[in-house]
C-alpha cells in the first residue's frame, strides 16, 4: 500500500512538475527591456509624422504670409518626401559602417537643425533650405527605425515592436494637427513659425534617449562581436534557449563558425555593406528576387492608394466638402489625427495573433470601400449648388474609416514586413529601397494633388486612389506570404516563386526545421517528422 500510495503521490507531482516545465512564462519580464528599446528607436518616427501633421495647416498660413501660389504650396509639401530619399540612401550604409544605434542620433541632430530653420525662416527659398535639411533627417529615421526594431526584438513580440515606427508616425501626425490649432490664434507671420520650429523639440529627446539603448545584436555580430551580443541578445529575448537560438542563427547569417564563441571574433565576410547592391540588384537569387519585389511593393502602395494626401490635404478636403470655417477645418484634422492613432494601437496587438496577411488583406480591402464611398459624396457635393448634407455627413465618415483602416493594417504592416523579410547582409540596403518607393510615391503624390483634383475632380482622384487599391489587394494576395512567427533568419525560405508561394512554406528550408505553434501560441521550432 505504500508504495502504490508513492507512486499515486509521485504521478501527479511528476506530471504537474512536467507541465510546469513546459508552461512558458505569460509576461517574460525581459521583454520589457526589447519594449524599451524599441519604442526608444521608434521615437524617431516622430520626426516625419510631426511634419506631415504640421504642414497640413502650416501650408494655409504660409501661403497667406509668403503669398505663394497653389504650385508653391505643392512643392513645399511635398519636396521633403524627396529630399528623405538621400537620407535613407544614406542611413543604410552609415548604419552598417556606424551601427543603428548612431544612425539614430543622426537622424535626431539633423532634423533638429532643419526644423530650426525651417522656424526662422524668413523667405521661400530659406524655408526650402529648411524643408531639404529636415527631409534628409526624416529619411535617417525612416530607415533606421524599423531596422533596429526587427533587430532587437524576439520572433514572438516581433510584430507587436516593429508597428511601434508607424505608432509613432501617428502620434507625431496628431501632434502636428494639435501644433496647427494651438498656433493658429498667432498673427499669421509667427504661427507658422512656431508650428515648424516646435518640431526641433521631440529630436533633442531622441538623441538622449538613444544613450539607454544597446546597439543591435545583428550589428554586433556582423562586426565580430560575439560577447556584446551575447549580452544585448540575453537581454532582448524570452529565455536563455531563445538567446542562444537567435545567436547561433545571426552567427550562421554572418558566416562565422559556430564553434567560435570568443567575445571578439575575425569576421571573414565584409560587413560594412560592400557589393550588397550587386546581389541586391545585379546578381539576385529568386528568393532575394522576391523579397525585393515584395519589400519596394508593399511600400509603393501604401503611398499610392493615398494616405499622405488625405492626412497632408485633409483641410482642403473638409473644405471641398462644404466645411468653410478654418477652426472647424482645423479641428476636424485633429479628429483625423485622434482616429488614426486610436487605431494604430488596436493594429499593434493583433499582429502577433492574427498574422501579417489578414490583417493586411482586411485593410485594404476596407480601404477601397471607403475611397470609392469618399469618391461618390465628394462627386454629389461638387455636382450640387446647394450644401448636400447627407453627403457632407458621408464624406466626413468615409475619410475617419479611410484613415482607420489604413492604420488597423496597411500602416504598421508595411513597416513590420519590410523589415523582417530581408536577409541580414542585404537588410539595411533593402529597407532603405522600400523606404525610397515609399518617400518616391508620397512626394509625386503630395506635389501633385491639387493638380491632380482640379484636373479630375477631387471625387475623381479618391475613385483613382480606389483603383490602386484594388490592384494593391490583388498584389499582396499573390506576392506576400504569411511572416508571423518566424525568426529573421528563417525568413528567406518563404520567398522564391511569386504567386506559387504556399507550397514553399511546407517545402521550404534546407535545415529540415518547420515552425510549430505550442501552448499559448508561443513559436517553437522542430524536426519535420515531429509534425507542425
Same mark, same amino acid.
Given at each position: ?5 508513492? *507512486? ?30 524599441? $519604442? ?15 504642414? &497640413?495647416?502650416?501650408?494655409? =498660413?504660409?501661403?497667406?504670409? +509668403? ?16 529630399? &528623405? ?8 550604409? @552609415? ?31 530659406? +524655408? ?59 498673427? @499669421? ?76 571574433? *575575425?569576421?571573414?565576410?565584409? $560587413? ?12 539576385? @537569387? ?14 509603393? =502602395?501604401?503611398?499610392? &492608394? ?55 488583406? $482586411? ?5 477601397? +470601400? ?47 514586413? &519590410? ?9 539595411? *540596403? ?15 503624390? $503630395? ?27 490583388? =498584389? ?7 511572416? *508571423?512567427?518566424? @525568426? ?6 518563404? =520567398? ?37
Amino acid at each position: 500500500m505504500g508504495a502504490a500510495n508513492a *507512486q499515486t503521490d509521485d504521478g501527479p507531482n511528476l506530471q504537474a512538475k512536467t507541465l510546469a516545465d513546459f508552461d512558458p512564462p505569460k509576461k517574460p519580464k525581459r521583454n520589457k527591456y526589447a519594449l524599451a528599446c524599441a $519604442s526608444l528607436a521608434s521615437m524617431t518616427s516622430v520626426l516625419l509624422g510631426y511634419d506631415i501633421g504640421v504642414m &497640413s495647416g502650416a501650408c494655409i =498660413f504660409i501661403k497667406d504670409d +509668403l503669398k505663394i501660389n497653389d504650385t508653391q504650396v505643392e512643392i513645399l509639401v511635398g519636396i521633403l518626401n524627396l529630399y &528623405s530619399l538621400l537620407g535613407s540612401a544614406a542611413a543604410g550604409r @552609415t548604419s552598417d559602417w556606424i551601427g543603428r544605434r548612431y544612425t539614430i542620433v543622426i537622424a535626431g541632430a539633423i532634423f533638429f537643425v532643419g526644423a530650426l530653420l525651417m522656424g526662422f525662416a524668413t523667405n521661400y527659398a530659406f +524655408l526650402m533650405v529648411g524643408r531639404f535639411v529636415a527631409g534628409v533627417g526624416v529619411g535617417y529615421a525612416l530607415m533606421i527605425a524599423p531596422v533596429y526594431t526587427a533587430e532587437v526584438s524576439p520572433a514572438s513580440t516581433r510584430g507587436f515592436l516593429t508597428s511601434f515606427p508607424e505608432v509613432f508616425i501617428n502620434s507625431g501626425i496628431l501632434l502636428g494637427y494639435v501644433s496647427n490649432y494651438a498656433f493658429s490664434k498667432l498673427p @499669421t507671420n509667427l504661427g507658422w513659425r512656431f508650428m515648424l520650429g516646435v518640431g526641433a523639440i521631440p529630436s533633442v529627446f531622441i538623441a538622449i534617449g538613444v544613450l539607454a539603448m544597446p546597439e543591435s545584436p545583428r550589428w554586433l555580430v556582423m562586426q565580430g562581436r560575439l560577447g556584446d551580443a551575447k549580452r544585448v541578445l540575453d537581454k532582448t529575448s524570452d529565455s536563455p534557449e531563445e538567446a542562444q537560438l537567435r545567436l547561433a542563427d545571426i552567427k550562421e547569417a554572418a558566416g562565422i563558425p559556430q564553434d567560435q564563441n570568443d567575445d571578439v571574433v *575575425q569576421v571573414q565576410k565584409r $560587413s560594412h555593406g560592400e557589393d550588397v547592391w550587386k546581389e541586391l540588384l545585379l546578381r539576385p @537569387t529568386p528568393a532575394v528576387r522576391h523579397i525585393l519585389i515584395a519589400g519596394v511593393g508593399i511600400h509603393f =502602395f501604401q503611398q499610392a &492608394s493615398g494616405i499622405d494626401a488625405v492626412v497632408l490635404y485633409s483641410p482642403r478636403i473638409f473644405e471641398k466638402a462644404g466645411i468653410t470655417s478654418s477652426d472647424t477645418k482645423l479641428l476636424c484634422t485633429v479628429a483625423v489625427g485622434f482616429t488614426k492613432t486610436m487605431f494604430i494601437l488596436v493594429a499593434t496587438f493583433l499582429l502577433d495573433k492574427i498574422g501579417r496577411r489578414p490583417l493586411l488583406l $482586411s485593410s485594404v480591402g476596407g480601404m477601397i +470601400l471607403s475611397l470609392a464611398t469618399l469618391g461618390f459624396s465628394l462627386t454629389i457635393i461638387d455636382h450640387n449648388k446647394e450644401r448636400v448634407l447627407w453627403a457632407v455627413g458621408l464624406a466626413l465618415a468615409t475619410v475617419l474609416s479611410y484613415v482607420s483602416f489604413f492604420s488597423i493594417g496597411m500602416g504598421p504592416i508595411t513597416w513590420v514586413y &519590410s523589415s523582417e523579410i530581408f536577409p541580414l547582409k542585404l537588410r539595411a *540596403q533593402g529597407t532603405s529601397m522600400g523606404v525610397a518607393a515609399n518617400r518616391v510615391t508620397s512626394g509625386v503624390l $503630395s506635389m501633385t494633388f491639387i493638380s491632380l483634383y482640379k484636373a479630375i475632380s477631387i471625387g475623381g482622384a479618391f475613385f483613382l486612389f480606389a483603383g490602386i487599391a484594388t490592384v494593391a489587394w490583388f =498584389f499582396f494576395f499573390f506576392c506576400l506570404p504569411e511572416t *508571423q512567427g518566424r @525568426t529573421l533568419e528563417d525568413m528567406e525560405g518563404l =520567398f522564391g516563386k511569386i504567386v506559387k508561394w504556399r507550397p514553399i512554406i511546407m517545402d521550404k528550408n534546407n535545415k529540415n526545421q518547420t515552425i510549430k505553434k505550442e501552448n499559448n501560441g508561443q513559436i517553437q521550432f522542430g524536426n519535420r517528422n515531429q509534425g507542425g
